[in-house]
Each structure stands twice: as C-alpha cells, then as structure tokens.
C-alpha cells in the first residue's frame, strides 16, 4: 500500500509541475514508488525468453521500432482484433516475428503478479527494447517512463508511415523527420540491422531484377551476391530469411556499417547510407568507431521513445480540469492505501485567481483548538463530525518539526512537555526532533501505521500520541472525545464519516462555466 500511495502522488506531482511545452512527457523513474523492480522484473522475463529463442532480441527490438512510427510508442502494435483489422494485421507487419509479441505479453504477466494495473505495455516494450540491446552486447541506457497504452490500432492506419526497403535516402530523412529524427538518427537506428533477418522478397530484386542494364544492383558485393542467390534463388519459399548483417547476425555490434562498406548491405534501404555521400562519412565514422555508434544509438532511441507518446491530458485534451483529477487523485490515494472507495463528483472548472496574499487565515494551524477549528471547518458547510473525520487523513504522512516542537521543549512555564503527550512517544519524537533538528527533519503523523489508512490514527489519540496540537485537542476536548472514541473502536463508523466528508469537502467552492476554466497546464492561467 506504500508504494501504490507514493506512487500516485509521484503522479500528481508530474501532472502538476509539466507546463504545456512538456506534453507528454517522459521521467526515467516514474515507478519509482508505484513499481520500484518493474525494469528487473521484465529484464527477467525478456532474458527467459532469449534463452528459448534468440530470435526474441531482434523481434523485440524490430517490434518497438515498428509501433512507435505508426500512432506513436503507444503499445498499439500488440492490439489483437477478431477482425484481423488492427495495426499488427497489416502487411509490412506480418512479417514481424511472434516472439517479440510473446516476449512483451509474458513480461506484462510478470509485471501485472506484481504490479496490477500500474505499468503500462508500452513501458514494456521500451524496457524490453533495452534489454535486447543489452542482452545481444550492445550498450546499455536509461529508459524513460510514463507512456500510456494507445487507444486506436489499426491496419488502415500504417501506409505510408514505416520505412521502405526499397527507400533511398530522401525517403529515409523525410520519414524520420516527421518523428523530429535526425539523419544522424536515421544512420544509427538503422544500427539495429545488426541484428535480425529479413525475407528474401524484401530485396530480391536486387538480385534477379535491378535494373534493364544490371539484373544485380552493382552496389552488392559479387560474393555476397552469390551468397543471396543460394539462399534466394528466384522460385524461393517466401518463409526463407536472410540474416540482415551476415558476419555477427546474433550480436548487437558495428559490424552492420563495416558491412555497409563492403557493399553487404542487405536492403537498399541499408547500402543506400554508404552509397549517399551526405551520410557516408557518418557510416565510416560509426564502422571505425563502436562507441561513437553506440552513443549515437543510444541517443536515437531515447528520442524515438518519446515519439507520440500518450499521457491522461494527451488523450482528453481540454476535457478534464485539473481540479476535477485533483479530486480523483486524492480520492485513489486514500483507496490505494487501504481506504474506502467513493464516488467522486465531478464537473469542476479552475478558478482564475492564485494569491499568497489571501491564503492567510483559511488553513488550520497545527495549534488549533477544537473552537477554531471547528469555526474554520464551518465556513465550508463542515460540521464538527466533518472536522474530526478528515482529521483522520492524519493517518498518512509527516510533519516537520517546527510544527510541533514546542509542544516537546517550550509547551508552558509549568512543563516544558505538553503532558497530553504520551511519555515514551515524547522521548522517540525528541530523538527524531531534537532542539537544533534540521528545519528538513520529519516524523510521521501516524507513529504506528504510517503508510496505511486506517483508523489507527484515532487510536494513537486516545494513547497519548496525537502528533499535533490540533490532533490530540480532538480526545482532549470533551466535544469531541465520543466521535473520536467511536472512530477508534469501529473503523467502519470512521470511513463512512470521512467518505461523508470527503464528498462534502469536494463542493466546497467549486467553479463551473464562465467562473472557471480547463487549464491546459495546470501550473498557468490559460492565456
């Protein structure tokens, strides 16, 4: 429940800080909390699988490379339709090997006994992708995270978005610029045709049928060519494969350009980079220098994974206020903990007006007392039994110690210690808190279950541990002492009160049509 809590509020926390130029995008550690083993976990499942097939690197590889050109790195490549109609059903995808859609599926399943509901498939194909890399010798890298699952595959959709073997170079750079993919990003994507196979109706006709004055492109190697045609003879099966980089085809290495250069380029879409003069020199430099591929690599596909990614505004763009996710963040927060789940009402605008100056004297303090803060609760409709139930929220996370420290060293004349405090909780919070704490020094609001929303807060209140002033007046005060007694014994009563509150405390101030308006960041005004 600890990571499914922190998890989402990692989750605000980017919903909140992205302004609109970063739409969509990505953090390398978004499941730090939520699912912190989500990349060991498919580097597990895709490394069982390569010890079935090696064929699994370059399907796996191929197979992120595919989805992320047609609607984006969005997972709508492994959409399976009963119509034979989805994206994977088109042509220049049937080709594409069934061991790259196993390879993902079964890391899925591994990441879902773990994680239910938190990662996405198209995470998984990037990490996957990695992985292959990786596990075929190439060079590791820093994946980043936090795409969403497409919403459309279709086979009606991929013409004219995947690259040609038959493409020159024009081709190439005009295809991959629409993605924002360098010529640089052209040359060392098309790296990852060290590793693979490709059927010989990709590029037999530049065996038998090149050109009126040359049957074989004059480009190939005559011995390689010769190669071919023993693999390929023209009446070939059309299951026949060829190997894309014939010298080291099972490992992730620059052999594919030293090839290139002795004319062993299997498609014309690969030998075109050596024969062009505008990307030669960078396919000498990447033959002669492994490392200057692999950094170039490395760079390509981090850019290639941002290609189109989809995130909740991506997907309902100017629909959903951030008010309105606000509330259901809050209200997931409290389920993923343990709470009660409620029905959120929604419909909220953002409001136009964000001042510091009218902030003060509309927050309790955590000196309160049960008068003032029954006064302030009252202001939005709250009633006392409002007031002491989404106290209860105090049953997840910290306060820092300057809240509280005056009620362990400075309390009054009498006692330096509010003798409200339980003695043995005084002594452990003046070890987390002592006189000179870092200002960043914290304790938990709830000592006993701090990650769990429960009804152990009210608990802690009745032993002496109310880590605030304004908690522990709630058992002090004889008002309302019974509520919190009640909530202590049932934790039934407690979460229908605060269920009961929360919806309450949700309609406070709502703004609607013309008061407001649906931010398309929510960290600015629209303009």
């Not at 989805?67 to 984006?72: A, H, L």
């Not at 610029?177 to 994507?189: Q, W």
């Not at 099972?250 to 090839?259: E, G, S, V």
Request: glycine share 8%; hydrophobic share 40%; charged share 20%.
């Amino acid at each position: 429940m600890k990571l499914w809590r922190r998890g989402l509020l990692l989750v605000l926390v980017m919903m909140f800080s992205q302004g609109k130029e970063s739409e969509g995008q990505l953090v390398e550690n978004f499941y730090s909390a939520s699912c912190p083993n989500v990349e060991s976990i498919v580097n597990q499942a895709v490394s069982r699988k390569r010890d079935q097939t090696i064929i699994t690197l370059a399907a796996t590889l191929r197979l992120f490379l595919h989805d992320c050109f047609v609607e984006g790195c969005d997972a709508s490549i492994i959409i399976a339709s009963p119509n034979g109609d989805a994206e994977k059903n088109f042509a220049d995808n049937l080709s594409l090997a069934g061991d790259g859609f196993d390879t993902v599926i079964k890391a899925k399943q591994a990441v879902e006994a773990q994680c239910p509901g938190v990662v996405s498939c198209a995470d998984i194909l990037a990490v996957a992708a990695r992985d292959c890399v990786v596990l075929a010798g190439g060079p590791s890298f820093p994946v980043e995270l936090g795409r969403r699952d497409g919403l459309i595959s279709k086979a009606s959709r991929v013409a004219g978005n995947l690259p040609e073997p038959t493409f020159n170079l024009n081709q190439l750079t005009t295809m991959f610029s629409k993605h924002n993919l360098s010529l640089t990003d052209v040359i060392a994507l098309s790296g990852a045709h060290t590793l693979g196979f490709s059927h010989c109706n990709r590029f037999s006709d530049r065996l038998y049928n090149f050109s009126p004055s040359s049957t074989v492109d004059p480009s190939l190697n005559p011995d390689y060519a010769k190669q071919l045609m023993a693999t390929c003879p023209i009446a070939v099966d059309p299951n026949i494969v060829m190997t894309l980089d014939p010298d080291t085809p099972f490992t992730f290495d620059n052999a594919y350009y030293r090839n290139l250069v002795a004319g062993k380029g299997l498609l014309s879409s690969d030998q075109v980079l050596f024969s062009d003069s505008a990307s030669r020199s960078t396919v000498l430099n990447f033959a002669n220098n492994a490392d200057n591929f692999n950094g170039a690599f490395v760079t390509a596909m981090r850019k290639l994974g941002r290609v189109g990614v989809k995130t909740v505004e991506a997907q309902c763009l100017g629909i959903v206020s951030c008010a309105d996710i606000l509330a259901m963040a809050a209200r997931d927060c409290v389920f993923f903990a343990g709470g009660p789940s409620f029905p959120v009402e929604l419909g909220r605008h953002e409001g136009l007006i964000s001042k510091a100056s009218r902030v003060a004297g509309n927050l309790p303090e955590p000196f309160f007392d049960l008068l003032q803060l029954n006064t302030m609760f009252a202001k939005h409709n709250l009633s006392l039994t409002d007031v002491i139930a989404l106290s209860g929220a105090h049953t997840l996370g910290v306060s820092h110690c300057n809240r509280f420290s005056d009620r362990l060293y400075n309390f009054s004349s009498s006692s330096p210690v509010d003798p409200s405090l339980n003695p043995d909780y005084a002594k452990r919070l003046m070890v987390t808190c002592s006189k000179e704490a870092d200002p960043g020094a914290i304790s938990n609001l709830d000592p006993d279950t701090p990650f769990t929303f429960d009804n152990v807060y009210y608990k802690n209140l009745v032993g002496g541990k109310g880590l605030l002033s304004s908690d522990q007046v709630l058992l002090s005060d004889s008002a309302s002492q019974p509520t919190v007694l009640d909530f202590a014994k049932n934790p039934g009563n407690f979460d229908g009160a605060f269920v009961a509150a929360m919806r309450k405390l949700g309609s406070v101030g709502v703004k609607t049509g013309i008061q407001g308006e649906v931010r398309r960041d929510c960290t600015t005004f629209n303009s």
